[in-house]
């Protein structure tokens, strides 16, 4: 900022930008921290990667939380082609549960138990039940099972030991190409899906708008 004395001569236009452009009350002000911006910016960067990879880990539950809660009939196990099923589908399945080659297993931190059988006359295809529905009669005398079918593949590394054990075991090999009907899990129990993928990308909005808000000029004001 300038300052005229009284009888002081005018100053020129040149002089008073000069003077408007290095005005030393701005030149005295401490400069941003730059260790600090760019902590804050990887910061940043990492929380919107976290989020696109969550939102990308649920892809799968999305997709199938917008089907239809209407299954989809496959007809008798052992008349299914392998090559015909679909996969991340709500279907309904017929056939005979292989009681006799189940494995009972446990996931959570709560320790839920789950069962995983055949079904007669076939081995591609396999049922995924809660192992309390068993202890009703009905559920066990049960030929029709209606649910997701997935692929082992598709489940990953969570069933790599029911894999190995019904391959060793019990003389059943699964391939990551074998199917998984995972019984009484329709579309809308996946709604949860939708709401957490909404908020990942939420969070990548609001960092997205943080960075265009950190980097856009100033525009100077003209007295």
Same mark, same amino acid.
């Given at each position: 900022?300038?300052?005229?004395?009284?009888?002081?001569?005018?100053? =020129?236009?040149?002089?008073?930008?000069?003077?408007?452009?290095?005005?030393?009350?701005?030149?005295? +002000?401490? /400069?941003?921290?730059?260790?600090? @911006?760019?902590?804050?910016?990887? +910061?940043?960067? &990492?929380?919107? /990667?976290? !989020?696109?990879?969550? !939102?990308?880990?649920?892809?799968?539950?999305?997709?199938?939380?917008?089907?239809?809660?209407?299954?989809?009939?496959?007809?008798?196990?052992?008349?299914?082609?392998?090559?015909?099923?679909?996969?991340?589908?709500?279907? +309904?399945?017929?056939?005979?549960?292989?009681? =006799?080659?189940?494995?009972?297993?446990?996931?959570?931190?709560?320790? !839920?138990?789950?069962?995983?059988?055949?079904?007669?006359?076939?081995?591609?295809?396999?049922?995924?039940?809660? &192992?309390?529905?068993?202890?009703?009669?009905?559920? #066990?005398?049960?030929?029709?099972?209606?649910?997701?079918?997935?692929?082992?593949?598709?489940?990953?590394?969570?069933?790599?030991?029911?894999?190995?054990?019904?391959?060793?075991?019990?003389?059943?090999?699964?391939? /990551?190409?074998?199917?998984?009907?995972? #019984?009484?899990?329709?579309? @809308?129990?996946? +709604?949860?899906?939708?709401?957490?993928?909404?908020?990942?990308? &939420?969070?990548?909005?609001?960092?997205?708008?943080?960075?265009?808000?950190?980097?856009?000029?100033?525009?100077?004001?003209?007295?």
């Amino acid at each position: 900022m300038s300052h005229l004395e009284p009888g002081a001569p005018p100053l =020129s236009p040149a002089a008073l930008d000069r003077e408007a452009t290095l005005d030393p009350e701005l030149l005295a +002000l401490p /400069a941003p921290p730059r260790g600090r @911006r760019l902590w804050a910016m990887t +910061l940043m960067a &990492a929380v919107v /990667a976290l !989020a696109l990879g969550l !939102a990308s880990s649920v892809r799968s539950d999305i997709a199938y939380a917008l089907l239809p809660n209407r299954a989809e009939l496959l007809g008798d196990a052992i008349h299914l082609n392998p090559a015909a099923l679909p996969s991340n589908a709500f279907v +309904l399945v017929r056939g005979t549960p292989m009681l =006799s080659k189940m494995v009972r297993f446990e996931v959570g931190l709560f320790g !839920a138990a789950y069962v995983v059988f055949p079904l007669a006359g076939q081995r591609n295809v396999f049922v995924q039940l809660p &192992a309390d529905a068993l202890r009703d009669p009905r559920t #066990a005398a049960n030929t029709e099972f209606a649910g997701r079918m997935v692929t082992f593949g598709e489940l990953g590394g969570r069933f790599r030991v029911v894999r190995e054990f019904l391959g060793q075991r019990l003389g059943l090999p699964v391939t /990551a190409e074998t199917f998984l009907v995972v #019984a009484d899990d329709p579309p @809308r129990g996946h +709604l949860w899906s939708l709401l957490f993928g909404a908020f990942c990308l &939420a969070i990548v909005a609001l960092n997205g708008w943080l960075f265009s808000r950190w980097f856009r000029p100033l525009r100077r004001k003209h007295a």
